[in-house]
């Protein structure tokens, strides 16, 4: 999904100004008058400003700047709603009937990375925090309480953040819902993953995430 932009064009009038004539002259022989030159020259018209107001441009995707997106497609047929989505090389997938469960090998081949991506139509509780904290329940991937995070931006869409723990990876969910549909993109880690790691893995793939 990925911004929404609407102007209005004015018409600009312009004033033009006649100065006044001086009358000069001076008697002939005869007493007659000769009238003087008539000069005139326009003012400059100013434009007036315009009252069309711009409109505020949406909120900037938080991986638009992602050097290296994923490049393999995805077959997206069971999930509602998500237009597009390219994942990483070498990746194996496996189709749900509302969900793709993606994972590829780490790079040194001792345990995966992966991706789900679900869409819904059943309604979320309403506010994010109860539909972090219902996901991290219901996922079955979280051990204890799921921490709450910044929201992110993909394709225009506001995601809330979670993240939690299990005991051999790190769980990082990313939830939308409107009350129409609802989203849910779920990426797990390797414990041993730095931060920049971990970061560069997700945002490869959030970068190319499209909502229809």
């Given at each position: 999904?990925?911004?929404?932009?609407?102007?209005?064009?004015?018409?600009i009038?312009?004033?033009?100004l006649?100065?006044?004539?001086a009358?000069?002259?001076c008697?002939?022989?005869?007493?007659?008058?000769?009238?003087?030159?008539v000069?005139?020259?326009p003012s400059?018209?100013?434009?007036e400003?315009s009252?069309?107001?711009?409109?505020?441009?949406?909120?900037?995707?938080?991986?638009?700047d992602?050097?290296?997106?994923?490049?393999?497609?995805?077959?997206l047929?069971?999930?509602?709603?998500?237009?597009?989505?390219?994942?990483?090389?070498g990746?194996?997938?496996?189709?749900?009937?509302?969900?793709?469960?993606v994972?590829?090998?780490?790079?040194?081949?001792?345990?995966?990375?992966t991706?789900?991506?679900?869409?819904?139509?059943?309604?979320?509780?309403?506010?994010?925090?109860?539909?972090?904290?219902?996901?991290?329940?219901s996922?079955?991937?979280?051990?204890?309480?799921?921490?709450?995070?910044?929201?992110?931006?993909?394709?225009?869409?506001?995601?809330?953040?979670?993240?939690?723990?299990?005991?051999?990876?790190?769980?990082?969910?990313?939830?939308?819902?409107?009350?129409?549909?609802?989203?849910r993109v779920i990426?797990?880690?390797p414990?041993?993953?730095?931060?920049?790691q971990?970061?560069?893995?997700?945002?490869?793939?959030?970068?190319?995430?499209?909502?229809?």
């Open positions: 999904m990925r911004a929404y932009v609407g102007a209005h064009g004015a018409p009038a312009a004033v033009m006649a100065t006044g004539v009358l000069s002259g008697a002939d022989d005869e007493g007659a008058e000769t009238p003087a030159p000069s005139a020259a400059s018209g100013a434009a400003p009252t069309t107001e711009e409109p505020e441009p949406g909120p900037e995707d938080t991986w638009a992602v050097e290296d997106p994923a490049t393999m497609k995805v077959p047929k069971s999930v509602d709603g998500v237009e597009g989505v390219r994942v990483w090389e990746s194996r997938f496996r189709v749900n009937p509302s969900a793709v469960i994972a590829v090998p780490s790079a040194d081949r001792s345990s995966f990375q991706l789900t991506l679900g869409s819904e139509t059943l309604s979320p509780p309403a506010s994010s925090e109860e539909a972090v904290r219902y996901w991290a329940r996922s079955g991937l979280v051990e204890g309480r799921a921490e709450v995070l910044d929201p992110v931006v993909v394709d225009g869409l506001e995601l809330q953040h979670a993240r939690g723990r299990n005991g051999v990876e790190v769980v990082d969910g990313y939830l939308y819902a409107d009350g129409a549909i609802a989203y990426f797990t880690t414990l041993d993953y730095t931060e920049a971990r970061d560069e893995a997700i945002g490869q793939v959030m970068a190319t995430l499209e909502f229809e």
